[in-house]
């Protein structure tokens, strides 16, 4: 009877443990099947949500504007003439500013400041929309700085206000492509004098949905050729919206 007892406890036993088994079996491991409650709902919201970047709305890479005679630092100053995009307009901010010239380097056309004996800044304009720069919306370029040159990002908004960003960029005689996210919380802006072109106070939470011009600005005087100080401004890429002016 003891034995008989031990038999049919055994086959209890064995009889539990397959239907635990087949529950098991019905169920998806985690990670393979369906995801936790909750868990997939929630990403599938977090997808729908996610905000893409901004096309591409200009690309820039200059050309050498008309001359006659020898291509000297004289026939390469810039002018409206040295913008490729037909729908840009350049302005100029700085005295020494018309002293920009274009010239060409690793197979490229850029802007070197060389010549620049004051502070300068360069801005495109689009002919016919505002930027909106908020959001993702990015600067692309490629640039070259010397001798402790650095960059900064510049807008100008419908009122007339210049600003500056304080996302600069150095590159101690490299040319680097670099981003630069005009809305990152990184970036603080302070106000830039169009005449003087130099920056003063600091300008919070502006809004950028409206931007009439954008470019940069180096606060540095140039040293001319050689190994003085200047900088350099090769392509130049804008990924954002438009809004009709």
Do not use: C
């Not at 996610?50 to 026939?75: I, S």
Request: aromatic residues 8%; without cysteine; proline residues 6%.
């Amino acid at each position: 009877m003891q034995r008989r007892m031990s038999i049919e406890t055994a086959v209890t036993a064995l009889g539990l443990v397959v239907m635990t088994a087949g529950v098991f079996a019905h169920q998806a491991p985690a990670g393979r099947g369906a995801a936790p409650e909750g868990r997939g709902q929630a990403a599938g919201r977090g997808a729908a949500e996610a905000v893409p970047r901004p096309a591409l709305l200009f690309k820039e890479e200059w050309k050498q504007p008309p001359y006659t005679g020898q291509l000297n630092d004289e026939n390469r100053r810039i002018t409206q003439d040295a913008v490729a995009n037909p729908n840009l307009a350049l302005n100029l901010y700085g005295g020494g500013a018309k002293e920009i010239g274009v010239y060409s380097h690793e197979g490229r056309l850029d802007l070197w400041s060389g010549l620049a004996t004051t502070p300068v800044a360069v801005t495109l304009k689009n002919k016919t929309s505002y930027f909106d720069l908020t959001g993702l919306a990015r600067l692309r370029w490629t640039v070259r700085t010397g001798a402790l040159h650095t960059l900064y990002p510049v807008v100008k908004l419908p009122d007339g206000t210049m600003l500056a960003g304080s996302r600069g960029i150095s590159t101690d005689g490299d040319y680097i492509t670099a981003d630069v996210p005009y809305s990152s919380n990184n970036m603080r802006w302070y106000k830039l004098d169009p005449q003087k072109v130099v920056t003063t106070v600091e300008v919070k939470s502006p809004d950028l949905s409206k931007v009439d011009e954008i470019g940069w600005v180096d606060l540095a005087p140039s040293g001319g050729h050689g190994n003085a100080g200047w900088h350099n401004v090769s392509t130049v890429e804008l990924y954002a919206k438009a809004v009709p002016r």
